[in-house]
């Protein structure tokens, strides 16, 4: 057992344990990017998720959702990871590959018609990111001609 050190404020005390010791992380500025090209929009979304949006499978819908979502555990327990992975495959049945493809539509038309049946609600989060994404893609393209 360690023996209690009375604490002094001002006074480093030594640890007894095997803590180490704790290292700043380096601080590494952005590249500037243009905003509406696809690099800065797969930049965003790492620095948002931790990983790049396409292909978009039901795994990676699915780790996505599970990173934030805070209420979805409290609420379903247990069984929330189970839940979350049945309700991705059921909305992507197959890769998306980018906004233009069709399944990209399909998969936000599914949502929208459907969204009382998912438990999951974070996954509407997550889609509806993805949708703002595509949008100002759409008006960034739509401003430069």
């Known amino acids: 057992m360690t023996e209690k050190i009375e604490l002094v404020p001002g006074k ?13 992380p380096e601080i590494i500025e952005p ?8 690099l ?27 990173r934030f979502d805070v209420l979805g ?27 233009d493809d069709w399944r990209f539509a399909d998969l936000l038309t599914t949502w929208n018609r459907n969204f009382m049946f998912f438990r999951c609600r974070a996954i509407g989060e997550v889609l509806a990111y993805l949708e703002m994404m595509r949008l100002n893609e759409v008006n960034n393209a739509d401003h430069k001609k």
């Not at 590249?31 to 696809?38: I, T």
């Not at 930049?43 to 396409?54: A, I, K, L, N, V």
Request: hydrophobic share 35%.
């Open 12 to 24: 480093i005390t030594r640890r007894e344990d095997n803590d180490q010791p704790v290292i700043e």
């Open 40 to 66: 800065s929009r797969d930049r965003e979304f790492h620095r948002d998720f931790g990983q790049s949006p396409f292909p978009l499978t039901s795994e990676k819908l699915a780790s996505i959702v599970q």
């Open 31 to 38: 590249e500037v990017v243009e905003s509406g090209s696809r």
């Open 73 to 99: 555990l409290m609420q379903l327990g247990a069984f929330y990871p189970a839940i979350l992975r049945g309700e991705c495959s059921l909305l992507l049945p197959q890769p998306v590959y980018g906004f």
